[in-house]
């Protein structure tokens, strides 16, 4: 008896876990990202697009990128509304390492905007390719 109680609660187990992985991946979203050459280019070009920057304050006093708006990753959907006309517009996202601008661009995207990229290997990537920072 105690054999099938414990089979049993293997077998919950392992189905609490298949549909949580399931549920997981039915909430993905669809960010994409782009390349630090590539935002360079744009930013060099005066053609950048909404760029956020999803880190503290602190952070971003400490040094951002050119053209960023800090909205730090908690207050994001705060600015939801405020953001509403840009919807259609392409928006970069970036933070330190990638967690918070991953978390940020989940929030835009459940408030249907269409366009949120993150850039690829965030602000330690942009600061090692030597580009130009803003403090």
Request: proline share 2%.
């Amino acid at each position: 008896m105690k054999k099938s109680l414990i089979q049993r609660l293997r077998t919950l187990a392992g189905l609490a876990l298949a549909l949580s992985a399931t549920l997981l991946a039915s909430q993905s979203f669809a960010a994409g990202t782009i390349s630090v050459d590539e935002l360079a280019t744009q930013v060099k070009a005066g053609k950048a697009p909404i760029i956020i920057d999803v880190r503290s304050e602190d952070e971003f006093l400490a040094g951002h990128l050119p053209n960023a708006r800090l909205i730090p990753h908690t207050q994001i959907g705060d600015y939801v509304e405020g953001l509403s006309a840009q919807k259609d517009e392409t928006i970069v996202l970036y933070c330190q390492s990638g967690t918070r601008a991953d978390t940020a661009a989940g929030v835009l995207e459940k408030a249907g905007f269409k366009k949120v990229t993150i850039l690829d290997g965030n602000y330690k990537a942009w600061t090692a390719a030597g580009n130009k920072v803003v403090k």
